[in-house]
Structure formats: structure tokens, C-alpha cells
């Protein structure tokens, strides 16, 4: 097998590709056959050591991938050789094989193609628990989403739809928020070139969003939570812009807003029954055409480096897979 091995957690370019021994699986694991693996944000802090998740050296990066299990440790009995599958392990999936828990693997129904799967877990999974479990989205009511044309922003726009709400989607440039569009968002934000506070003023009559859904942090944060609506909630999801922002607490009390915090992968380790019955709803509104990764480009394993100064760039809109 080959592999994308990180011996010293100090950048991209610090990775090197190399040939490593096909392992087996132990008790509890499945050898898999990577045939798609995606990019995301996570990968990239994780291998400049600013991840929360610290691996022991040397790792393979690669926390989401999909493919066909080649082996079967001892105790698998919920997979089985040749089945196709999705995971996210957090690490592994920049190889051309790895050993991956049966627990966190995902068995693919037909017609789910790997390059999709790939995509699909990480981005889908925390929007949903972030709008429908802690946000509590109900129809009618008014989403704000930032960096809304990136991976879990696609998702948000998808998911607050199906729920009957509308969707404010904030992106950087006008190519990003036609993207937004065709997703299905409502209105559009240019927070490059528009007063973000404004222009929330203009579009919901001046009450504000319901729910603010912020992967990004930085000074769109509080700018947006001042301008967010009677017991609205704001979604903390992520830092994609590098600044952690610090709120003045009494701005929740004025609004009678809500903080909320959004951990996708505890939740899914804390609360397993309730999520697997959500991965379970969102395998069945993909198979019913209801959600769908937008894929901005498929590139083959070997050109990851070009993959992640792409991510880099914020040029992406969807998700960034590479294939085997």
C-alpha cells in the first residue's frame, strides 16, 4: 500500500508518500480499499499540530474516506468482504488502504457513488445536529449562513431547506453565492463588498435571523449575533477563519439569544443510538435526491499537496475529493 505520511506535524509540506506494509485487521477492525477520500478543514490543522485531536507519529492524515472492505478482523459481524463503505476515523484516508474501527464504518446502499460518500459524512452529519438538534430549526424561521458555499455550509443550506426554513447564505465573492443559489438559498450576502449588519436589517425587515450558523468565527461573529432576532441561536460550529472571537456576554441577555455549542463527533460518541437514527435519515434523503455533496473537484491521490493549497485558497465551493 501506499500512504501520505506525516512524521513532523509542521505543514503540507512536511508529508511525504510512501510505501508501507498492507496491514490486517485486528479484533474489531476492517482493512478497506480507499477509493475516494475528501479534504477537509480538520486535515489541515491537524497536520500543523493546531488540531484538538493529536495523533500519535508518524500518521496518515485523512479523517473522511470511502471504499470496498478488502479484510475482516476478529468479532465483525455487521461487515463483510467486497461490502462498500464510508468512514470517518479522523485520520488514515489519504492511503490507498487502511485499517478502520467496524464501528464508525458506514455500509453504502447501492448507487451511492464513493467520490459522494467520501464527501458526505462529516459535512452532513454536524449541520444536521447542529440545526435540528441544537438549534432546534423549525419552518418558517430565518437562517443565517456563513461561509455558506464551503463544505458544511453547502450542507446547512440543504438541510434548512428540507426543514422548511429560509436561508440567508453569506459567502466572499458573487461567484461563491450563485453557487449558494443554486443550492437553494433565498437570499444572498457579498460580506466582501456589503455591511453584514445592514444588509441583515434589509432582508429580514429588521428582526433579525433566527438561527446564525457560523463555521467561520473571526469579526463576522459578532456582528452577526448582534444583528440576530428575539431568542435566536447562534450555531458555534467552527473557526475557519483562524480567530477564535470573544463575545460581550450581555449581548445574549438583550436579545434573549442563545450561545450554542456544536460537537458533531462527541455527540455521535456520547449519544450513539441517537446518531446512527440521524446518519440513517440523511442516507435516506441522499438516496431520495434531497441532499447531495457538490463535489468543486475529484484529483488523484498523488496531487493532495495541490489539493490542500486549493483548500487553502478559499477557492473551493462544495468539497475536494481525491481519488485512488
Same mark, same amino acid.
Given at each position: 500500500?501506499?500512504?501520505?505520511?506525516?512524521?513532523?506535524?509542521?505543514?503540507?509540506?512536511?508529508?511525504?508518500?510512501?510505501?508501507?506494509?498492507?496491514?490486517?485487521?485486528?479484533?474489531?477492525?476492517?482493512?478497506?480499499?480507499?477509493?475516494?477520500?475528501?479534504?477537509?478543514?480538520?486535515?489541515?490543522?491537524?497536520? *500543523?499540530?493546531?488540531?484538538?485531536?493529536?495523533?500519535?507519529?508518524?500518521? #496518515?492524515?485523512?479523517?473522511?474516506?470511502?471504499?470496498? #472492505?478488502?479484510?475482516?478482523?476478529?468479532?465483525?459481524?455487521?461487515?463483510?468482504?467486497?461490502?462498500?463503505? &464510508?468512514?470517518?476515523?479522523? $485520520?488514515?484516508?489519504?492511503? !490507498?488502504? $487502511?485499517?478502520?474501527?467496524?464501528?464508525?464504518?458506514?455500509?453504502?446502499?447501492?448507487?451511492?457513488?464513493?467520490?459522494? /460518500?467520501?464527501?458526505?459524512?462529516?459535512?452532513?452529519? !454536524?449541520?444536521?445536529?447542529?440545526?435540528?438538534?441544537?438549534? *432546534?430549526?423549525?419552518?418558517?424561521?430565518?437562517?443565517?449562513?456563513?461561509?455558506?458555499?464551503?463544505? #458544511?455550509?453547502?450542507?446547512?443550506?440543504?438541510?434548512?431547506?428540507?426543514?422548511?426554513?429560509?436561508?440567508?447564505? /453569506?459567502?466572499?465573492?458573487?461567484?461563491?453565492?450563485?453557487?449558494?443559489?443554486?443550492?437553494? /438559498?433565498?437570499?444572498?450576502?457579498?460580506?466582501?463588498?456589503?455591511?453584514? +449588519?445592514?444588509?441583515?436589517?434589509?432582508?429580514?425587515?429588521?428582526?433579525?435571523?433566527?438561527?446564525?450558523? @457560523?463555521? #467561520?468565527?473571526? @469579526?463576522?461573529?459578532?456582528?452577526?449575533?448582534?444583528?440576530?432576532?428575539? +431568542?435566536? +441561536?447562534?450555531?458555534?460550529?467552527?473557526? &475557519?477563519?483562524? @480567530?477564535?472571537?470573544?463575545?460581550?456576554?450581555?449581548?445574549?441577555?438583550?436579545?434573549?439569544?442563545?450561545?450554542?455549542?456544536?460537537?458533531?463527533?462527541?455527540?455521535?460518541?456520547?449519544?450513539?443510538? /441517537?446518531?446512527?437514527?440521524?446518519?440513517?435519515?440523511?442516507? !435516506?434523503?441522499?438516496?431520495?435526491? +434531497?441532499?447531495?455533496? *457538490?463535489?468543486?473537484? *475529484?484529483?488523484?491521490?498523488?496531487?493532495?499537496?495541490?489539493?490542500?493549497?486549493?483548500?487553502?485558497?478559499?477557492?473551493?465551493?462544495?468539497?475536494?475529493?481525491?481519488?485512488?
Amino acid at each position: 500500500m501506499h500512504a501520505w505520511l506525516c512524521e513532523n506535524p509542521v505543514g503540507v509540506d512536511a508529508l511525504t508518500w510512501k510505501e508501507l506494509p498492507t496491514p490486517q485487521p485486528g479484533k474489531g477492525q476492517v482493512l478497506i480499499r480507499i477509493q475516494a477520500a475528501s479534504l477537509n478543514f480538520p486535515d489541515l490543522l491537524i497536520v *500543523q499540530n493546531k488540531y484538538q485531536m493529536k495523533p500519535e507519529l508518524p500518521f #496518515v492524515p485523512g479523517s473522511e474516506y470511502a471504499g470496498v #472492505v478488502e479484510a475482516v478482523g476478529e468479532g465483525v459481524t455487521t461487515l463483510k468482504v467486497g461490502q462498500p463503505v &464510508a468512514c470517518l476515523s479522523g $485520520t488514515g484516508g489519504f492511503a !490507498t488502504h $487502511t485499517l478502520a474501527p467496524a464501528a464508525l464504518c458506514m455500509p453504502l446502499p447501492p448507487g451511492f457513488p464513493p467520490a459522494d /460518500a467520501a464527501a458526505f459524512i462529516m459535512i452532513y452529519a !454536524t449541520s444536521h445536529h447542529a440545526l435540528m438538534d441544537r438549534g *432546534q430549526l423549525k419552518a418558517g424561521e430565518t437562517v443565517l449562513v456563513l461561509g455558506a458555499a464551503g463544505g #458544511v455550509g453547502m450542507s446547512a443550506i440543504q438541510i434548512a431547506k428540507i426543514a422548511g426554513a429560509r436561508v440567508i447564505a /453569506a459567502a466572499s465573492s458573487a461567484e461563491k453565492l450563485a453557487f449558494c443559489k443554486q443550492l437553494g /438559498a433565498d437570499e444572498t450576502i457579498n460580506y466582501a463588498t456589503e455591511d453584514l +449588519r445592514e444588509r441583515l436589517k434589509q432582508l429580514t425587515g429588521g428582526k433579525g435571523p433566527d438561527v446564525i450558523y @457560523d463555521p #467561520v468565527g473571526g @469579526d463576522y461573529t459578532e456582528a452577526a449575533f448582534r444583528s440576530i432576532a428575539w +431568542r435566536g +441561536r447562534l450555531l458555534v460550529v467552527g473557526f &475557519a477563519a483562524g @480567530d477564535i472571537p470573544a463575545l460581550k456576554i450581555n449581548l445574549a441577555l438583550v436579545k434573549g439569544a442563545s450561545i450554542v455549542g456544536v460537537f458533531w463527533g462527541d455527540f455521535a460518541r456520547r449519544e450513539p443510538q /441517537a446518531n446512527a437514527a440521524m446518519m440513517q435519515e440523511l442516507a !435516506t434523503w441522499y438516496m431520495q435526491g +434531497r441532499i447531495k455533496p *457538490q463535489i468543486d473537484a *475529484q484529483m488523484p491521490m498523488s496531487e493532495l499537496k495541490a489539493a490542500y493549497a486549493r483548500m487553502g485558497s478559499r477557492a473551493v465551493k462544495g468539497k475536494l475529493v481525491l481519488v485512488n
